[in-house]
Nanobody, 131 residues
Framework: QVQLVVSGGGSVQPGGTLRLSCTATGFSLDNYAVGWFRQASGKEREGVSCLSSSDDRTYHADRVKGRFTISRDKNKNTMYLQMNHLQPEDTAQYYC????????????????????????WGEGTLVTVSS
C-alpha cells in the first residue's frame, strides 16, 4: 500500500524538542521532493520546511528558521523534522508530503503547494506546545 506513515507528535512545554518521522511504504522517496506542512486550528495549511529531491536545496519558513531542520534517510526511506525551541505558536497538525518532480524553487513548493500539488500526503500528527 502506497502511503506516508507519520509518527512523533505529542505535547511539550515551550522550549522543548520533538522529532517527527515520516516513512514511505509502497514506494521509494528517492527522487521525490519532500516537505513538512502544518495547519493550526482555523488557519490554512502552510509549508514549514521543504527539501529538494537531490537533497541539495532546503527551505524553512521564516518563523521556524534556525529552530527546525528537515532531513532524509534514504536507507530508511524516511524523512524527518527536527523541531527545537518549540513555542506555543508552533501548535498545529503536522503533515508530511512528497512530490515526484521538483518545483522551480524549493521555496515555491513550500509556499505554493496548493498550486503545484503534492503526490502523497501523510496523515496529520498533532504537536501541542503549552505550559
Amino acid at each position: 500500500q502506497v502511503q506516508l506513515v507519520v509518527s512523533g507528535g505529542g505535547s511539550v512545554q515551550p522550549g522543548g524538542t520533538l522529532r517527527l518521522s515520516c516513512t514511505a511504504t509502497g514506494f521509494s522517496l528517492d527522487n521525490y521532493a519532500v516537505g513538512w506542512f502544518r495547519q493550526a486550528s482555523g488557519k490554512e495549511r502552510e509549508g514549514v520546511s521543504c527539501l529538494s529531491s537531490s537533497d541539495d536545496r532546503t527551505y524553512h519558513a521564516d518563523r521556524v528558521k534556525g529552530r527546525f531542520t528537515i532531513s532524509r534517510d534514504k536507507n530508511k526511506n524516511t524523512m524527518y523534522l527536527q523541531m527545537n525551541h518549540l513555542q506555543p505558536e508552533d501548535t498545529a497538525q503536522y503533515y508530511c508530503a512528497a512530490r515526484r518532480w521538483d518545483t522551480p524553487t524549493i521555496q515555491s513548493m513550500c509556499l505554493r503547494h496548493f498550486d503545484y500539488g503534492m503526490d502523497y500526503w501523510g496523515e496529520g500528527t498533532l504537536v501541542t506546545v503549552s505550559s
